[in-house]
């Protein structure tokens, strides 16, 4: 939908600008609009994870011997 088009287009521009809390609100308003967009999911939780490493926030470190 027209709709669809320009959230996705937000999310690059706010992705690529930095600005992960934007682009998250969009990949709310995706979900919101179509609850099966798979890949609106996994690349909110990506966002999120952008947004705390930009706000220095440690991330999960899984050690391996």
Do not use: W
């Not at 287009?9 to 609009?33: M, N, P, Q, T, V």
């Amino acid at each position: 939908s027209l709709s669809s088009i320009f959230i996705e287009r937000d999310i690059i521009s706010f992705g690529e600008a930095g600005e992960y809390e934007k682009a998250i609100e969009c990949f709310d308003k995706a979900i919101e609009l179509n609850p099966n967009h798979t890949m609106a999911y996994v690349n909110r939780e990506l966002g999120i994870s952008k947004l705390e490493e930009q706000k220095g926030v440690p991330l999960f470190k899984a050690v391996f011997a």
